[in-house]
């Protein structure tokens, strides 16, 4: 009940990796994912691009989205048309 506050929109999804440690999200953390949440700018999402699942923040200024890291080892990744 704490945790989940729309049980039909709701997963738990495992982390993998260190590109959020920043935001203190860490390797084999479990995040609780409310997908009726509307992503905006600076949001922490779940994305599935190109088939690869990634925890990144949303970054979305006028036609520009990125996702980005709390890694500075890795860059952001800039969604450009053709990609899914």
């Given amino acids: 009940e704490y945790l989940v506050r729309n049980p039909v929109a709701t997963f738990f999804f495992p982390v993998e990796g260190d590109s959020m440690e920043g935001a203190e999200i860490f390797d084999g953390d479990i995040l609780v994912v409310d ?6 700018h600076g949001h922490i999402v779940i994305a599935f691009v190109d088939g690869e699942r990634l925890v990144k923040r949303l970054f979305r200024r006028g036609d520009k989205v990125a996702l980005v890291a709390e890694n500075p080892s890795y860059p952001p990744l800039v969604i450009r048309e053709g990609m899914e």
């Fill in 35 to 40: 997908r009726s949440i509307k992503a905006q």
